[in-house]
């Protein structure tokens, strides 16, 4: 039998961080999620973020395939 993981819809599913390399998700054990930068000196921004200077966009799966990653 396959243990049931449960759903959790990500925080502002529009934000420019989704798309973004610099995006970390924190997943809490009361199924909380926080959004980090790790591209940035400040790591939490009021959401969700529609322009960024810091943006670096997200590899597609063939991208990391051809890096080997
Ligand atoms: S660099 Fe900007 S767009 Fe990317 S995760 Fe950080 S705040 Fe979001």
Redesign the pocket.
Known sequence: MSKQVPEISLPFPY???H?????KLIYTKKQTIY?M????EERY?SQP?RQ?????AKKTNEEQAEQGE
Request: aromatic residues 10%; charged residues 10%; contains cysteine.
């Open positions: 934000s420019l961080c798309q973004c390399e610099g995006l959004m930068c790790m591209l940035r921004f973020i960024c200077g810091a943006f670096v």
